[in-house]
């Protein structure tokens, strides 16, 4: 006797759940429900199947009142259910986000999406969230990383699990990876579930959709059940890269890299012994790791690369971040230190917080017996020279001060340069000022005419103490 499509797609998607380990038993997941019938379906199984749904609806106003017909539809039925799905909904402006951060709709909806749906997990003190792609879905995925020229990552095609969130630990599931669209829809006819269909998805100004309308069709009247083996193409690709080639990039990419808590260094010496292939892995790597939000493409990595031949000081900017070309190596910083642009005023014997750190002017009674035995940090300066209120902020192209000892001033840029630091570092490089001049590039030198002197009658102490991962 033939099963039925209900009884069919629970079995299928209880046995995929426990073969790649992607829920526990009764665990609480956050589904992200849109209203089409892949995502209604995939609430309704999960439930059957013992798990406690918790519903989450973006509406991105794109459709105007077709748009909060999917919200409506989700509610209603999200309340019908015995015992009913809670459900959360936010309303989200993609058009903004995209026009801001310069992505295309379709990502910045995601982005949107995913942040929302990790958002609630947190709050629902759970550890997954459910997404309704299916074998169809694989299939797309496959076809689009290999038209735009990827590697083995994009033919390995979506996986069953993978991290959405770091902090906290929140994972992104696909339990219906390996289930066909006509499954879904037999079980969802068979449910009575009610689902709505996004005109949207089959416009063909969108790769996806040229791939789902245009192009697998064709492929389907030439080579029936293609879309199914394509899906299994990516299942395998995914297994070979998870047995060869993720152990072989840990071992090269080992060989390179340093983590740092900005971000993290790669050796120039061990990247240029890499095969060119392997070498643009790790560089993509290290921006996986190192830069969130990077562009993670090949052209990009090869920019990268190209700061090998380089002079020192040379970088790439990237949304999240610069990588620097330095002695012998390229350091990722995930976050350039803050600029303090406009001046904050110093007080006498105040501590004054700043994004960098803490810096404190008081007077005291006399300098130590030795000038240089402290740290950099801290200096002391002749009280009387210093001519009026103190003001802390980012050194400026143009800026010019007289380094303790010289005859002469010096642009900062060049005193920066001639003392080593690392071109990372001296975008966040502090000057204390006073009503007419620099008197402390602030953790590097004092200015020659504050200097202590015999005949100093009154002195103040300086300094500075680094934000933790700033120093």
């Given at each position: 006797?033939?099963?039925?499509?209900e009884s069919?797609?629970?079995?299928?998607?209880?046995?995929?759940?426990r073969?790649h380990d992607?829920?526990?038993?009764g665990q609480c997941v956050?589904v992200?429900?849109?209203g089409g019938?892949?995502?209604?379906?995939?609430a309704?199984v999960l439930?059957?199947?013992?798990?406690?749904?918790?519903?989450?609806h973006?509406?991105?106003?794109?459709?105007?009142?077709?748009s909060d017909?999917?919200?409506?539809?989700?509610?209603?039925?999200c309340?019908?259910?015995?015992?009913p799905?809670?459900?959360?909904?936010?309303?989200?402006?993609p058009?903004?986000?995209?026009?801001d951060e310069?992505?295309?709709?379709q990502?910045?909806a995601r982005?949107?999406?995913y942040?929302?749906?990790a958002?609630?997990?947190?709050?629902e003190?759970?550890?997954r969230?459910?997404v309704?792609?299916?074998?169809g879905?694989?299939a797309?995925?496959l076809?689009l990383n290999?038209?735009r020229?990827?590697?083995?990552?994009?033919?390995?095609?979506?996986a069953?699990r993978r991290?959405l969130?770091?902090?906290p630990?929140?994972?992104l599931?696909?339990?219906?990876?390996?289930?066909s669209?006509s499954?879904?829809e037999?079980?969802?006819q068979?449910?009575?579930?009610?689902?709505?269909?996004?005109a949207?998805?089959?416009?063909i100004k969108?790769d996806?959709?040229t791939?789902?309308?245009?192009?697998?069709p064709?492929i389907?009247?030439?080579f029936?059940?293609?879309s199914?083996?394509?899906?299994r193409?990516?299942?395998?690709?995914?297994?070979?890269?998870?047995?060869?080639?993720?152990?072989?990039?840990e071992?090269?990419?080992?060989?390179?890299a340093?983590?740092?808590d900005?971000?993290?260094?790669l050796?120039?010496?061990?990247l240029?012994?890499?095969?060119a292939?392997?070498r643009?892995r790790?560089?993509?790597?290290a921006l996986?790791?190192w830069?969130?939000?990077?562009p993670y493409?090949?052209?990009f990595?090869e920019?990268i690369?190209a700061l090998?031949a380089?002079?020192?000081g040379?970088?790439?900017?990237?949304p999240?971040?610069?990588?620097?070309?330095?002695r012998?190596?390229?350091?990722f910083?995930?976050?350039a230190?803050p600029?303090?642009a406009?001046p904050?005023?110093?007080p006498?014997g105040e501590?004054v917080?700043l994004p960098h750190?803490?810096?404190?002017v008081e007077?005291?009674?006399?300098?130590?017996?030795?000038l240089?035995?402290e740290?950099p940090?801290?200096?002391y300066?002749d009280a009387?020279a210093?001519?009026g209120?103190?003001?802390?902020?980012?050194?400026?192209?143009?800026?010019?001060?007289?380094p303790?000892?010289?005859?002469?001033t010096?642009?900062i840029s060049?005193f920066?340069?001639?003392?080593?630091?690392p071109?990372?570092r001296?975008q966040?490089?502090l000057v204390?000022?006073d009503?007419e001049?620099i008197?402390?590039?602030?953790?590097?030198r004092l200015a020659?005419?504050?200097?202590?002197r015999?005949?100093?009658a009154?002195?103040?102490?300086?300094?500075?103490?680094?934000?933790?991962?700033?120093?």
């Amino acid at each position: 006797m033939a099963s039925s499509p209900e009884s069919s797609l629970l079995a299928h998607v209880g046995a995929y759940l426990r073969d790649h380990d992607l829920l526990d038993a009764g665990q609480c997941v956050v589904v992200g429900i849109s209203g089409g019938v892949d995502s209604m379906v995939l609430a309704a199984v999960l439930q059957r199947l013992g798990y406690r749904v918790r519903a989450t609806h973006v509406n991105y106003g794109l459709r105007g009142a077709e748009s909060d017909a999917d919200e409506d539809v989700v509610r209603a039925w999200c309340g019908a259910q015995q015992p009913p799905i809670p459900v959360r909904v936010v309303r989200c402006d993609p058009e903004a986000k995209a026009a801001d951060e310069r992505l295309s709709l379709q990502e910045a909806a995601r982005q949107q999406r995913y942040a929302f749906m990790a958002q609630c997990a947190a709050e629902e003190d759970t550890n997954r969230v459910a997404v309704g792609h299916h074998r169809g879905d694989q299939a797309e995925t496959l076809l689009l990383n290999l038209f735009r020229g990827s590697g083995v990552e994009g033919l390995a095609g979506m996986a069953p699990r993978r991290p959405l969130q770091d902090d906290p630990p929140i994972d992104l599931v696909r339990p219906l990876l390996t289930a066909s669209r006509s499954a879904i829809e037999a079980y969802a006819q068979a449910q009575g579930l009610p689902w709505r269909t996004d005109a949207s998805n089959r416009a063909i100004k969108y790769d996806r959709n040229t791939i789902r309308h245009r192009i697998l069709p064709v492929i389907e009247a030439h080579f029936e059940g293609a879309s199914a083996r394509i899906a299994r193409t990516a299942d395998l690709v995914r297994a070979y890269r998870t047995a060869t080639v993720e152990p072989a990039l840990e071992t090269y990419f080992n060989r390179c890299a340093t983590a740092t808590d900005a971000g993290g260094v790669l050796d120039t010496a061990a990247l240029r012994a890499l095969p060119a292939v392997w070498r643009r892995r790790v560089l993509l790597e290290a921006l996986a790791r190192w830069m969130a939000g990077a562009p993670y493409q090949a052209a990009f990595a090869e920019e990268i690369e190209a700061l090998l031949a380089a002079q020192v000081g040379r970088r790439v900017e990237v949304p999240s971040g610069t990588i620097w070309r330095e002695r012998g190596a390229l350091r990722f910083v995930n976050h350039a230190e803050p600029a303090l642009a406009q001046p904050r005023s110093v007080p006498f014997g105040e501590e004054v917080a700043l994004p960098h750190g803490t810096l404190r002017v008081e007077r005291v009674e006399e300098p130590p017996e030795s000038l240089g035995a402290e740290a950099p940090d801290t200096v002391y300066a002749d009280a009387h020279a210093v001519q009026g209120p103190l003001a802390v902020r980012t050194w400026q192209n143009g800026d010019r001060f007289q380094p303790l000892g010289m005859t002469h001033t010096k642009k900062i840029s060049d005193f920066l340069t001639d003392e080593q630091v690392p071109p990372h570092r001296r975008q966040g490089v502090l000057v204390l000022q006073d009503r007419e001049r620099i008197v402390w590039v602030v953790g590097h030198r004092l200015a020659h005419p504050v200097r202590i002197r015999p005949d100093t009658a009154a002195v103040l102490r300086m300094h500075f103490e680094p934000a933790a991962g700033t120093g």
